[in-house]
T-cell receptor, first 114, second 115 residues
Framework: AQSVSQHNHHVILSEAASLELGCNYSYGGTVNLFWYVQYPGQHLQLLLKYFSGDPLVKGIKGFEAEFIKSKFSFNLRKPSVQWSDTAEYFC????????????FGTGTRLTIIP | NAGVMQNPRHLVRRRGQEARLRCSPMKGHSHVYWYRQLPEEGLKFMVY????????ESGMPKERFSAEFPKEGPSILRIQQVVRGDSAAYFC?????????????FGPGTRLTVT
């Protein structure tokens, strides 16, 4: 079975700082990878996804993530964060071919200080 | 365009009672997923349904838990004889069809507290 690790539980940054949130997964086969975001008081929503092709994926609001197969990682990045990026971020993995289940990490709470 | 609706948002039950959680998918969506988030943990897949059919229930506890998605009306997650360990946030998501399973739109969740 697959699993996802997000080692940073809470990250605090100042506006304009660069962001990188770690995500590592454990699964021997091919995967689809996702980042979801939950803004305060709002529903969980998809930020970006990787299925195949270019390992550098661009999502909404200036976020991007890079799939590094050799490291089993799919880290989320943003060059310059804004106060409105304050939210909880969840990485998720799906084992390609055979099921439609998402396995989520425990989430990283991001707080941006104005 | 209304999103995924879940009710109630908060539910308090005493040990041994039944809990019924409802999920209305987005308009036009025919597939529903239920996830559970225990304190300090990530969301865990429970069950995947389409109307009148359970596609995958591999994440459901073997006892006391059941789910349905009837032809008419919301999807229901039912927990019988609740115990303290059932206290969690239960999230529902919907997708347009099986091919676009990855386009999951989440509801606000139901927070179940068992006293």
């Amino acid at each position: 079975a697959q699993s996802v690790s997000q080692h940073n539980h809470h990250v605090i940054l100042s506006e304009a700082a660069s962001l990188e949130l770690g995500c590592n997964y454990s699964y021997g086969g091919t995967v689809n990878l996702f980042w979801y975001v939950q803004y305060p008081g709002q529903h969980l929503q998809l930020l970006l996804k990787y299925f195949s092709g270019d390992p550098l994926v661009k999502g909404i609001k200036g976020f991007e993530a890079e799939f590094i197969k050799s490291k089993f990682s799919f880290n989320l990045r943003k060059p310059s964060v804004q106060w409105s990026d304050t939210a909880e971020y969840f990485c998720a993995v799906n084992a390609k071919g055979g099921n439609e289940k998402l396995t989520f990490g425990t989430g990283t709470r991001l707080t941006i200080i104005p | 365009n209304a999103g995924v609706m879940q009710n109630p948002r908060h539910l308090v039950r005493r040990r041994g009672q039944e809990a019924r959680l409802r999920c209305s998918p987005m308009k036009g969506h025919s597939h529903v997923y239920w996830y559970r988030q225990l304190p300090e943990e990530g969301l865990k897949f429970m069950v995947y349904l389409q109307k009148e059919n359970i596609i995958d229930e591999s994440g459901m506890p073997k006892e006391r838990f059941s789910a349905e998605f009837p032809k008419e009306g919301p999807s229901i997650l039912r927990i019988q004889q609740v115990v303290r360990g059932d206290s969690a946030a239960y999230f529902c998501a919907s997708s347009p069809d099986r091919e676009r399973w990855y386009e999951q739109y989440f509801g606000p969740g139901t927070r179940l507290t068992v006293t």
